[in-house]
């Protein structure tokens, strides 16, 4: 029934920025952790950054100091800003969120492609 919901996926030049947006509808929840994992060709998924309903942050060594993720006001939402990107960054972008019974959900993939 919960379905997350993706958003700000495009094409962009590298060291410009782009904003990803997750937000969750189908019911009342509240998750203690929320993220974004990416899927480049050829590689396998990764997480890319995550943040708990603490507050606590995490990032993939390489995005720490480029990368920013938040969660909105309601509780229900997450987001990435994506400052300095790089041909490397180019992947399919996941939402993730995980309620405290541990029911992991995931959102469509989102495709951000890096390129001049």
């Known amino acids: 029934q919960v379905q997350l919901q993706a958003s700000g996926g495009g094409l962009v030049q590298p060291g410009g920025s782009l904003k990803l947006s997750c937000a969750a509808s189908?019911?009342?929840?509240?998750?203690?952790?929320m993220a974004w994992y990416r899927q480049a060709p050829g590689k396998q998924r990764e997480l890319v950054a995550s943040?708990?309903?603490?507050?606590?942050?995490n990032y993939a060594e390489g995005v720490k100091g480029r990368f920013t993720i938040s969660r909105g006001n309601a509780e229900n939402t997450v987001y990435l800003q994506m400052n300095a990107l790089k041909p490397d960054d180019t992947a399919v972008y996941y939402c993730?969120?995980?309620?405290?019974?541990?029911?992991?959900?995931w959102g469509q993939g989102t495709k951000i492609t890096v390129s001049s």
């Open positions: 943040i708990r309903s603490i507050g606590t942050t």
């Open positions: 189908g019911g009342i929840f509240s998750f203690s952790f």
């Open positions: 993730h969120a995980t309620t405290p019974a541990w029911v992991v959900y």
